[in-house]
């Protein structure tokens, strides 16, 4: 029997490809090789099926942000980490990628940078308490600047950017020598706002052996 979390991700592959407006049940219910009424049995509507979609990956976004939150390191290398883990989450999780999507196209649904910006917030707060921000430089900014460089990349990445540009050779953020010079930007952008050298290597931000379904399950 074809479960909730089958549904949830074909959904989230027709949106991330085509977009809201585009998408109709019939298409879902072809995607995930049901009849649209198995698909209408457990979501009623369209808007109640990628509500659910858009939700899904904004909790998969908050729980890496905090998973980040808990790393030991300098706040200020944190929030660099941040970054990386969730240009990783982007490229590897296609419901994490239509939440974002839909948070743009779907009307009521939550501005996606409110799933991981207030931690990212918080991590600049300790670095500025911690004389880790340069003189004249607010937690504000930085955390302004941060949301650009992260909503910019996703949308590079979504518009056929070519992968050397966004990340690794994948077209994501994750490992190579595009992520490599992706990280090496995240230090240039965050340290230049920095009373501090760059660190030597961190741990890496943390990452899931392979794409997750909507179950959570890896594939």
């Known amino acids: 029997m074809l479960t909730r979390s089958a549904l949830l991700d074909a959904a989230a592959r027709e949106v991330d490809a085509h977009g809201y407006g585009s998408v ?13 009424g198995a698909l209408t049995f457990h979501f009623p ?21 905090d998973e980040v ?7 200020l290398r944190r ?15 296609v419901v994490a990628r239509a939440a974002v999507r839909l948070s ?26 911690a004389g880790q921000l340069r003189e004249g430089v ?10 650009h460089l992260v909503a910019g990349t996703e949308m590079c990445a979504h518009g056929g950017a070519p992968a050397s540009d966004v990340g690794d050779g994948d077209g994501g953020a994750g490992g190579g020598a595009g992520g490599a010079r992706f990280a090496a930007l995240c230090d240039l952008l965050l340290y ?6 760059p660190p030597g ?18 594939t």
């Open 192 to 197: 230049g706002a920095s009373a501090l050298r």
């Open 138 to 147: 607010t937690p504000d900014a930085v955390a302004e600047m941060t949301l």
């Open 79 to 93: 929030i660099s980490l941040l970054v990386l883990a969730l240009l990783e989450l982007l490229h590897d999780d």
């Open 45 to 65: 509507t369209k808007s109640d099926l990628f509500a659910e979609v858009a939700e899904l990956g904004l909790t998969r976004m908050r729980e890496r942000a």
């Open 104 to 129: 743009r196209e779907l009307p009521g649904t939550g501005d996606w940078s409110d799933s991981w910006l207030p931690v990212g917030r918080e991590m600049l707060r300790r670095a500025d308490e």
């Open 201 to 218: 290597p961190a741990p890496d931000p943390p990452r899931t052996a392979s794409p997750r379904t909507a179950s959570g399950e890896n």
């Open 24 to 36: 109709a049940m019939r298409h879902v219910a072809r995607a995930a090789d049901v009849t649209t």
């Open 69 to 75: 939150a808990r790393l030991p390191v300098a706040p």
